[in-house]
């Protein structure tokens, strides 16, 4: 089951989250991301990979300025938007589809949001330390979705993996509607990466289902496992082969209830969740 979530943006941009997956195509404008860094990070190379992404199938374009790599430290807020609203609102003023900003520093968020960004994409869930209950301000403030990810420093938890998620997602959801943020702008994340093992991460997408529903209600997921370490260190593969088996994770992620895929690969990925969206389809109609 999915949620589902119909949003209209200021500049007159849909967004349906629920009848069909949708496919976040990742545009990184940064020179150090783990996968892409320095090949996307001036004017005529974002645009045209944003071009080349929405004809490939992208439904919505996530930008991001820092670098999320294992190991990365955060860069002050000042350097992040010296680097992502220049090449944002170039991208604003071209895409026809939604564009998400991935930042967690909610100054960023808020100059993204004055700039025209449909959605935010937050990797500390609402939760970053630096800045408690900061990022939820701003999008209530801008009345923006927000993708939520569960995040943690280690990798280390007490009793099962899944309830420590569920209660993080709940304490994001807690920080969120404080702030004055609607239930109906939070997307989730599992945080595939971030704060778990390989075979934590494989544990978490074997049991994506139980987190389809947080405090009791049904809220959209969002799967992020393109190109990702628990890959290579699976199948031992470099970061440029490991496309096969993101379309394998996609896919039995939408088996398990993910609205939306973020991946570096859209067109061949696209194609591999059309059509698991057809079988699934077929199934629920008999």
């Given at each position: 089951?999915r949620?589902?979530r119909?949003y209209?943006?200021a500049?007159?941009?849909?967004?349906t989250l629920?009848?069909?997956?949708?496919?976040?195509?990742?545009?990184?404008?940064?020179?150090?991301?783990?996968?892409d860094?320095?090949?996307?990070n001036?004017?005529d190379?974002?645009?045209r990979?944003?071009?080349?992404?929405?004809?490939?199938?992208a439904?919505?374009?996530?930008v991001?300025?820092?670098?999320?790599?294992?190991g990365?430290?955060?860069?002050?807020?000042?350097?992040e938007?010296?680097?992502?609203?220049?090449?944002?609102?170039?991208i604003?003023r071209?895409?026809?589809?939604?564009?998400?900003?991935?930042?967690?520093?909610?100054?960023?968020?808020?100059?993204?949001?004055?700039?025209g960004?449909?959605?935010?994409?937050?990797?500390?869930g609402l939760q970053y330390?630096?800045?408690?209950?900061?990022?939820?301000k701003?999008?209530?403030?801008f009345?923006l979705?927000?993708?939520?990810m569960?995040?943690?420093?280690?990798?280390n938890?007490?009793?099962d993996?899944?309830?420590?998620?569920?209660?993080?997602?709940?304490e994001?959801?807690?920080?969120g509607?404080?702030?004055?943020?609607?239930?109906?702008?939070?997307?989730?994340d599992?945080?595939?990466?971030?704060?778990?093992?390989?075979?934590?991460?494989?544990?978490?997408?074997?049991?994506?289902?139980?987190?389809?529903?947080?405090?009791?209600?049904?809220?959209p997921l969002?799967?992020?496992?393109s190109?990702k370490?628990?890959?290579?260190?699976?199948?031992?593969?470099?970061?440029?082969?490991?496309?096969?088996?993101?379309?394998?994770?996609?896919?039995?992620?939408?088996?398990?209830?993910?609205?939306?895929v973020r991946?570096?690969d859209?067109?061949?990925?696209?194609r591999m969740?059309?059509?698991t969206?057809?079988?699934?389809?077929?199934g629920e109609?008999?």
């Amino acid at each position: 089951m999915r949620a589902k979530r119909q949003y209209v943006f200021a500049d007159g941009k849909r967004l349906t989250l629920g009848e069909r997956t949708l496919i976040m195509g990742i545009l990184n404008i940064t020179p150090d991301s783990f996968s892409d860094g320095g090949k996307f990070n001036n004017r005529d190379a974002a645009l045209r990979h944003m071009e080349e992404m929405v004809t490939a199938g992208a439904d919505i374009i996530d930008v991001g300025a820092e670098s999320s790599r294992p190991g990365f430290k955060p860069m002050p807020a000042q350097e992040e938007m010296d680097r992502l609203l220049p090449l944002l609102e170039e991208i604003l003023r071209h895409c026809p589809v939604p564009v998400s900003v991935d930042t967690f520093k909610a100054e960023t968020a808020r100059a993204a949001a004055r700039c025209g960004a449909h959605i935010l994409n937050d990797i500390w869930g609402l939760q970053y330390a630096e800045e408690p209950g900061a990022m939820a301000k701003a999008a209530a403030e801008f009345n923006l979705p927000v993708v939520v990810m569960h995040n943690q420093q280690g990798t280390n938890y007490d009793g099962d993996i899944i309830a420590a998620m569920q209660n993080f997602f709940q304490e994001s959801l807690h920080i969120g509607l404080a702030a004055g943020m609607k239930k109906e702008q939070f997307i989730f994340d599992p945080g595939i990466g971030f704060g778990k093992t390989a075979e934590q991460n494989v544990e978490v997408l074997r049991r994506q289902e139980e987190l389809l529903q947080v405090a009791g209600e049904e809220y959209p997921l969002l799967l992020a496992a393109s190109r990702k370490s628990f890959i290579g260190k699976t199948l031992n593969l470099p970061v440029e082969e490991r496309m096969e088996a993101t379309g394998a994770a996609c896919v039995v992620g939408i088996t398990k209830g993910a609205g939306i895929v973020r991946v570096h690969d859209v067109a061949p990925i696209a194609r591999m969740c059309r059509m698991t969206d057809v079988i699934l389809r077929s199934g629920e109609n008999g």
